[in-house]
């Protein structure tokens, strides 16, 4: 009797120590995660994302006239990206206005009396723009066409000869066009011994290009949306149109344009820098901003057919719709405002 007596006691006491082990070594639970889910009430807001990133504006100019004038540059008159039609003059050498005018063939020999092509029909259209001719566009240069030219001549302040010098006149395709001139050939003071291409066409305006990672790429589709500042505090705006990948830097090209295809700058192209790149600081709207009742997105739940729901207090669901979501936020219709509801969804009661 003895020996059990003995083993009993052994027996409560592994047990109380195994008791106290357990009370005295297992931690207290955390309040927060033995809540398996919260409640938050439903209320007004909004929702919407973003990210900041550069748009890079940059013009592409191109070779559309060469200097034919010798001599010394007395004058530059015409800045980089203004706009110029028949008859601008561009830059002064030993005093003498170069002018530009529109045509496809370029000034290759004097126009004076009696000289007849395409060449010639191209000084009589810039004339006739100018109010100094009123004849027939015939490519002839008749006593008409020189009597023309000798009244341009006194405009401008040069000797009044009736022809033009091979010099006097660069001709490009179109007009009116924005340009600019080459400085290292056309700066006053410099030599000019003529044939030097120091005339660039500007388009319409300039590109517009966001460069991005992949991942953001991703989150650029067509026609988002992209405020850009303009260099003067503005506010330009934006819409992607299309991707592309740059094998050199490996990053992804993102193509921006107006809407409906409209020029992003419109009328204030000019702020652009026509050499080089200018960054402007940007936001792209990766969602737009949606206002409604707000609810956390983990408040939702989808259930087998499809219909997203959100659980009350009682456990109910209520079905809803969500018009738009992000980061952890959605904007749903359906449930009142002020309705707490379970988060997450998916919790359950222990």
Known sequence: MGWLVGGLVLVGLGAGVGWAAATVLTPAEDPLEATEFTYVAVAPGEVG????????????????????????????????????????????????????????????RPIESGVRGDDVAQLQRMLDALGFYSGDIDGRAMWSTTAAVRAWQKSLGVEQTGTVGVGDVIFVPTLPTRVSLDTEVISRGASVSGGEAVLRGLPASPSFTVPVTDSQAGMMPPGTRVEIASPEGGEWIGFVVDQRRDEQSGTVIVSLSGVDDSVICGDECGQIPVTGQAPLPSRIVTVETVAGLVVPSAALVTGGDGQIAVIDEDGERIPVTMTASARGMSVVDGVADGTRVRVPASGTTS
């Open 49 to 108: 994302s973003s990210i900041n990133l550069n748009t890079v504006a940059e013009w592409a100019p191109v070779p559309v006239g060469a200097n034919k004038a010798t001599g010394t540059v007395t004058e530059v008159v015409v800045a980089a990206g203004d706009e110029v039609q028949q008859g601008s003059v561009l830059y002064r050498v030993d005093e003498r206005p170069v002018v530009v005018a529109q045509g496809d063939v370029p000034a290759y």
